[in-house]
């Protein structure tokens, strides 16, 4: 069974960092692209970065770009995403998500960007 | 960036009734085109892929249709468990891979 989870959110002041996880199991994770996708809250969904199997492409929406890095362990079996200066608008449930065509979706994990 | 346009925003209808929702794109992306379902406080599904492709486990009263600019996602007997919100998504030109802004379909 495919299971994506993500960890590491929480509350954080506008101007610091955060590290998403994301573990996966269920299946061959270094054949598939990884995905992270955002939901503020009462808001729609908004694609946020993805990556290679390798690593050696990746890829951000604009409003991150500089201040988010996509990254991956293919022996751990896990995604990660470094989040630095942190932004008010920021605040969001974070998804981990397999492909490009999304077909697997973590249970999400909230970061909250507030003084 | 490709701009994806979901219409209606939202749609009340009632169980038994068919329901099309339509998704346009800012330029022609082929059938690089999927479609979500998201339940309130879940994870979104994926229902659709490649604008016309059932993901596996979904009913078959779900489908896609389209090509270029302009896409469509029907429904055809709604069912109790269909209310939702609806999202489209192209993965032709990244980044990003943009999503449409939602269509919440609520019961009549």
């Known amino acids: 069974e495919v299971q994506l989870v993500e960890s590491g959110g929480g509350l954080v002041q506008p101007g610091g960092s955060l590290r998403l996880s994301c573990a996966a199991s269920?299946?061959?994770?270094?054949?598939?692209?990884m995905t992270w996708v955002r939901q503020a809250p009462g808001k729609g969904l908004e694609w946020v970065a993805n990556?290679?199997?390798?690593?050696?492409?990746?890829y951000y929406v604009e409003s991150v770009k500089g201040r988010f890095t996509i990254s991956r362990d293919n022996a751990k079996n896990s995604l990660y995403l470094q989040m630095s200066r942190l932004r008010v608008e920021d605040t969001a449930v974070y998804y981990c998500?397999?492909?490009?065509?999304?077909?697997?979706w973590g249970q999400g994990t909230l970061v909250t960007v507030s003084s | 960036d490709i701009q994806m346009t979901q219409s209606p925003s939202s749609l009340s209808a009632s169980v038994g009734d068919r329901v099309t929702i339509t998704c346009r794109a800012s330029?022609?992306?082929?059938?690089?085109l999927n479609w979500y379902q998201q339940k309130p406080g879940k994870a979104p599904k994926l229902l659709i892929y490649?604008?016309?492709s059932l993901q596996s486990g979904v009913p078959s009263r779900f489908s896609g249709s389209g090509s270029g600019t302009d896409f469509t996602l029907s429904i055809s007997s709604l069912q109790p468990e269909d209310f939702a919100t609806y999202y489209c998504?192209?993965?032709?030109?990244?980044?990003?891979?943009?999503f449409g802004q939602g269509t919440k379909l609520e019961i009549k």
């Open positions: 330029q022609s992306m082929s059938t690089y």
């Open positions: 490649a604008a016309s």
């Open positions: 269920g299946f061959t994770f270094s054949s598939y692209w």
């Open positions: 998504q192209q993965t032709y030109s990244t980044p990003p891979d943009t």
């Open positions: 990556m290679i199997q390798d690593g050696s492409a990746k």
């Open positions: 998500a397999r492909g490009r065509q999304l077909d697997y």
